[in-house]
């Protein structure tokens, strides 16, 4: 497929049939389109001429200028897809066309290159007629591995290929499969989640604000710095990553805020709330760095709080299980699962008469309080920077960060 000196959009010139360079290209000196890789896909047709006498590298010369005349119409390339796909799903392409006037060329497709410039173009089609009204080409499928790919049109006409303008088409990772109900949630069936296989969903959760915080965005008490800012928590690979970092900011106390990541239920419009009876889990890789405090909470109405868990890496092997409901804690310590830099799974089963915690599918502390047969309340999944007060601040202006891979509950 050629595309000379970045000619854009249009047909290339090409030379008289009974020209010299005509003959040469009829000769099979022209690379074949499935046999040689260029970068970004494109074929350089004057390199496969260097073979010639000058005098006819002086003819390619001009060919190339177009002053030789000119292979078909003025096209107009007036959509291309998709940008998205899901790797390993079968998925077609799209290709919108018109020309200045009707023409058939021998064959049209979506062209596809990976980073390495490997040719995985789309099933295209033979003889398709293109006119002044447009014609519009949907592929068949294939499936393609997850990346980053570019994608463009490609006509032939006489054995020469013309590119059309390029995009690039991102193929995500494939959704991870519906988890099965793990055995402490025997009898139940999922009822929410967030997997984290794409961008955050403005109607599962809510990265602005929260009514736990004393100012909604930030929160001098409870000897925390932490100023939200939705920015800090991003989504990749199927893991949403949490990260708290200095800010120019100034809480009420007078203390430097920390910027950080905070998602909640609380005001979206799924509204969705854990109630009694459900089962909690999510997996979560522990921080490393000192002042981080990362949890799994639940809040509404100034209270219904019950903590999955909350870590703080000075207590390296130790997570924090706290019923402020019907008050009861549990410090749990294990070295082989709590650690810094470890990912650990959590579960919380919201018992009516008694609270239940588990470690990596193990039940490990269970209250004998319980959450009462009404109680409800929405989920928090967030990053806190603690101010000093009852465990260290950071140690430097280095950024915190904290990872999830999921959360899901089962009712």
């Known amino acids: 497929m050629k595309h000379f000196f970045s000619r854009g959009r249009g047909v290339d010139p090409e030379p008289q049939s009974d020209s010299p360079i005509a003959w ?20 350089n047709r004057l390199f496969g001429y260097l073979v010639l006498p000058a005098v006819g590298l002086l003819a390619v010369g001009v060919w190339a200028t177009g002053l030789l005349g000119a292979a078909g119409p003025a096209v107009t390339e007036v959509e291309l897809g998709p940008a998205y796909a899901t790797a390993e799903l ?19 497709v979506v062209a596809v290159r990976d980073k390495h410039g490997d040719n995985l173009d789309f099933p295209g089609a033979g003889k398709p007629k293109v006119c002044p009204s447009g014609y519009s080409l949907t592929t068949g499928t294939r499936a393609f591995a ?17 590119d059309l303008p390029s995009m690039t088409m991102v193929v995500r990772a494939a959704p991870k499969p519906a988890p099965a109900p793990p055995g402490r949630a025997s009898g139940k069936a999922l009822a929410w989640s967030d997997e984290f296989n794409s961008s955050l969903s403005s109607a599962k959760w809510s990265s602005s604000a929260t009514s ?40 009420e106390n007078g203390q430097q805020a920390w910027t950080t990541g905070l998602l909640t239920t609380e005001g979206t419009s799924e509204g969705f709330q854990v109630r009694a009876g459900d089962y909690m889990e999510t997996r979560v890789k522990l ?78 502390y269970e209250d004998h309080t319980g959450v009462g047969s009404s109680w409800s309340a929405f989920l928090i999944l967030n990053l806190s920077v603690s101010a000093g ?23």
């Open 389 to 411: 007060e009852y465990h260290p601040a950071p140690e430097s202006g280095e950024p915190i960060s904290f990872a999830v891979d999921y959360v899901r509950v089962y009712r």
């Open 212 to 251: 736990s915080y004393r100012y909604g965005n930030h929160n001098p008490d409870d000897s925390k710095l932490d100023w939200l800012f939705p920015a800090d928590v991003s989504v990749a690979d199927g893991v949403a990553t949490f990260t708290a970092q200095p800010s120019n900011r100034t809480l």
């Open 287 to 364: 921080p490393i760095e000192q002042g981080a405090w990362p949890a799994l909470w639940t809040w509404k109405d100034g209270g219904n709080e019950i903590d999955s868990f909350e870590y703080h890496p000075d207590n390296p092997n130790l997570l924090e299980f706290t019923n402020h409901v019907n008050p009861a804690y549990h410090y749990y310590t294990d070295a082989s699962a709590v650690r810094p830099g470890q990912w650990v799974t959590v579960g919380t089963s919201f018992g009516a008469s008694s609270v239940q915690w588990f470690v990596n599918g193990r039940m490990v």
């Open 90 to 108: 079968p998925v077609s392409a799209t290709l919108e066309l018109r020309s200045a006037s009707c023409f058939t060329p021998s064959a049209l």
């Open 24 to 43: 040469a290209a009829r000769s099979g000196r022209t690379p074949r389109r499935t046999g040689i890789r260029w970068p970004l896909g494109q074929r």
């Open 146 to 162: 997850a990346g980053t790919y570019t994608i463009f049109g490609a006509y032939e006409i006489d054995g020469s290929w013309t």
